[in-house]
């Protein structure tokens, strides 16, 4: 079944212990994304990736970290988190090539409380 | 200003209703539009995608206006289990495939 996965999909944490959510698709996709949602303010990108070893800044990453090592993940990394960063995390990839973006592909979603 | 707005509602109507929703953009570059569903606390997905000539998929028909910058969303007939949130969703209009998404509009079919 053609997914793409998060984990974990809950976390309460405290400010300052570094964590990782890991993201991973089986569709071969070239592009990747973060997003973080938060009520009034819509989906908000955080990095993406338009292909192995490729990442860049989205709208929102200050004190966020990715890689893109291998193709399948995505990982975000939080290294001192803070309660700001309290949010539901979507990742996102869809398979990129020339013209238009196509359709984005979402993960189940991580919903991070940093206390 | 935002660079998609929407208006969040909720819209509250009876099944069988029709419902429409707009959604307006800001950047003239922007080529690529779409509206997506997202259930409560779930992952957004496609609904459609919105061509320059008007689609139509079953009781769904979007509508893209690009001399006025807006796109909408009619809903036919409507279902209880299209109480849902739909996402107005442009391309950045740069040669990166970045989506930007509206806030959404809630929509509550009662029985």
């Known amino acids: 079944e053609a997914q793409v996965t998060q984990n974990p999909r809950y976390l309460i944490t405290v400010t300052g212990k570094k964590l990782t959510v890991t993201c991973s698709q089986n569709?071969?996709?070239?592009?990747m994304s973060w997003y973080r949602q938060d009520p009034g303010l819509g989906l908000r990108q955080i990095y993406y990736?338009?292909?192995?070893?490729?990442?860049d800044k989205g709208d929102v990453p200050e004190g966020y970290k990715v890689s893109r090592k291998e193709k399948r993940n995505f990982p975000l990394i939080l290294e001192s988190p803070s309660p700001n960063q309290t949010s539901l995390y979507f990742c996102?990839?869809?398979?990129?090539?020339?013209?238009?973006?196509?359709?984005?592909?979402f993960g189940p979603g991580t919903r991070l409380t940093v206390t | 200003r935002k660079e998609v707005e929407q208006d969040p509602g909720p819209f509250n109507v009876p099944e069988g209703a029709t419902v429409a929703f707009n959604c307006t953009y800001s950047?003239?570059?922007?080529?690529?539009f779409f509206w997506y569903r997202q259930d409560c606390r779930k992952e957004p997905k496609l609904l459609m995608s919105v061509y320059s000539s008007g689609n139509e998929d079953g009781r769904f028909t979007a509508q893209l206006n690009r001399a006025s910058q807006y796109i909408s969303l009619l809903i036919r007939d409507s279902k209880l289990s299209d109480s849902a949130t739909y996402l107005c969703?442009?391309?950045?209009?740069?040669?990166?495939?970045?989506?930007?998404f509206g806030s959404g509009t809630r929509l509550l079919v009662r029985p």
């Open positions: 569709m071969n996709h070239e592009y």
């Open positions: 996102a990839s869809s398979s990129g090539g020339q013209g238009p973006p196509y359709e984005q592909y």
């Open positions: 969703v442009v391309n950045s209009g740069d040669s990166s495939y970045k989506l930007i």
């Open positions: 950047n003239s570059a922007s080529q690529s």
């Open positions: 990736s338009m292909n192995v070893e490729v990442t």
